[in-house]
């Protein structure tokens, strides 16, 4: 009864949205399930365990929930996405996979360092949407020139990032993958194993804690779970981490993870991704030897955002900690800026169109291009120009969603807690 009080005492009837992101699932559905039967517009409650996913349509519907969110499901469908994918960099799909974002790290390059972007080879068909220096955006124009370290934001066709990749990979052997190590017994790593079974794939998982990995054994079929200290190197090098296509560090602690999968590279292994957290690792780990870092608040902070911008945002992906973002939209009859080259736009320094997507053709666009209703357009944008952003998907003056992820980015670190 407390929390019906506590609810009718913020006149929860007035708002658009409410998120139960607290860390019990029992509380969220019920926060949630109060808040709708209390005339909020719309909840959206955070639920991680697996047992409950089974029923998560009876769930919604019982209780009467919009939206059903777990971290831990999309966190391991973005590391499967990032095991598959042939390219060696992080990498983020659009417009159905017909555009792709590349996120590469030039470090000492030559063909990159104390380069102009005019000057650069080979991107006749890519665009540099921004660099990333020293922790700060840059939004870049012909003339800025490439520094050591610096990572680079590349948008194209799928077919041209592939091409990059292919030249500036470290390794140049396509093969397939067939055996992937977990380090930790999450529900992160449960989700991931179990989809990967499905696959055929081999699958090591090692797990600390005896309980979890006996629950573990039991709940997967063919995974081996290994109950041992997963920072141990002789452990890792008895169970032929060598021969591994593919390394996950997914435990509850980033040093962990992103140590594991530098050793893990240096071992040998193809591809090696660390799941991180905390924000200020997000901003130093493309300068470390791991292919790929996956952050679960910024999966979870994008989900919940493209549901607040509503039907036209197709997808969002956020970039640097949430300080800029690439958005995918479906242009409507109503934009301000259909119909006319994008050198008559005048758009901000901070709003970048990466691509324009007319049916099953890809336009990386220059000045003279023009967008037109029905194409999809990808965009990259920094937080500053994020009042501009909103008359792509939303023209006309909308509701208070609007405003809401200004909230939501300024509580984004409890998503994951």
Known sequence: MVLIEILKSIHI???????????????????????KKLACKKTIARVRNPEYMKQVDFIKESMGIDIIINPDLATAKAIE???????????????????QMLDFHIGYHEDFIGKRLMDLVGFEHLLITAISRDGKIIIPHGSTTMEENDLIYIIGKSEDVRAFNQKYS?????KKIEKVMILGGSNIAYYLAKSLEEKRIGVKIIEQKKERAQSLSNELNEAL???GDGTNINLLEEENL????AFVGATGFD????????MAKQAGVRKSIAKISRQNYTKIIDRLDVDIAINP???????ILKLIRGGRVESISLLLDGDAEVTEILVGEDSPFINKPLSDLSLPKGIIIGAIVDKDRVIIPKGKDTIFPGNRIVLFCTNEELSTLRKFYRPKKGGRLDELWNNIKGSRNHLNN
């Open 13 to 35: 009837h007035e708002f658009d949205l409410l998120i139960g992101a607290t860390g019990s699932d029992e509380s969220n559905t019920l926060i949630c399930s109060l808040g």
């Open 81 to 99: 996405r990032n095991i598959f994918n042939s390219l060696s960099f992080h990498c983020d799909e659009f417009a159905k996979g017909k555009v």
């Open 170 to 174: 470290h390794s140049s052997e396509e």
């Open 225 to 227: 779970i290994i109950y």
């Open 242 to 245: 060598d021969e591994m296509d």
């Open 255 to 262: 040093e962990q993870n992103i140590l594991m999968a530098i």
């Open 297 to 303: 608040v910024s999966i979870t902070a994008s989900s």
